[in-house]
């Protein structure tokens, strides 16, 4: 049982250059989400996902793109990079009991674009 | 709208010696409210949760956390600090679309 797993762990892109993060899981979870951490700011929910085949946007969606056509994979996309999504991207996955129920997390991305 | 407060960017403590890592709430109705812990480079780990109950909850590591309603405040505690405990915590509130809200988080430095 591996919980919650991330690849790439690090990437460097430059302005410009698109990507995919991808995020598994393999505890049968409903429940997806995407965070971006940023130092003095917390994680802040970037995309969620209810469920297979649908997504919704969380607090700072602006340049990126989800996916989730398999229930245990939950995809990242960011279509045109910029510096100012360098950051630390964490997967998270919940049972569909997600108002009382834990959050686990991957290990994280770390992203650099110059 | 749903937020919370951690105070304090860095809390540093001798080992052997008790901590407490603070936390406040805002919430519109009853609070979900939980502590994660993050260890250099690694992903958040859950440690504790109050969702109703007793406002003393226990959770892993010997953390416990102490919910007081009338300050809203979540307060993360330990009789005695490790220095393996060294690491970023975050409290975070449930807010009324079932997600979370995270706070900046607080850097735990315990020293020998």
């Known amino acids: 049982n591996a919980g919650v797993t991330q690849t790439p762990k690090f990437r460097v892109l430059k302005t410009g250059q698109s990507m995919t993060l991808l995020c598994a899981q393999d505890m049968n979870h409903e429940y997806m989400y995407w965070y971006r951490q940023d130092p003095g700011m917390g994680l802040r929910l970037i995309h969620y996902?209810?469920?297979?085949?649908?997504?919704a946007k969380g607090e700072v969606p602006d340049g990126y793109n989800v996916s989730r056509l398999k229930k245990q994979n939950f995809l990242l996309g960011l279509e045109s990079a910029a510096p100012s999504q360098t950051s630390v991207y964490f997967c998270?996955?919940?049972?569909?009991?997600?108002?009382?129920?834990?959050?686990?997390f991957g290990p994280g991305t770390r992203l650099t674009v110059l | 709208a749903q937020s919370v407060a951690q105070p304090e960017d860095q809390v540093n403590v001798a080992e052997g010696n008790p901590l407490t890592v603070k936390c406040t709430y805002s919430v519109s109705g009853n609070p979900y409210l939980f502590w994660y812990v993050q260890y250099p480079n690694r992903g958040l780990q859950f440690l504790l949760k109050?969702?109703?109950?007793?406002?003393l909850v226990k959770g892993s590591y010997g953390f416990e956390a102490e919910f007081n309603k009338s300050q809203t405040s979540f307060h993360l505690k330990k009789p005695s600090a490790l220095v393996s405990d060294s690491a970023l915590y975050f409290c975070?509130?449930?807010?009324?679309?079932?997600?979370?809200?995270f706070g900046t988080g607080t850097r735990l430095q315990v020293f020998p």
């Open positions: 975070a509130v449930r807010d009324d679309t079932d997600k979370l809200i």
């Open positions: 109050y969702i109703t109950g007793d406002n």
């Open positions: 996902s209810v469920g297979e085949g649908t997504t």
């Open positions: 998270a996955s919940s049972r569909i009991l997600a108002q009382t129920d834990t959050q686990y």
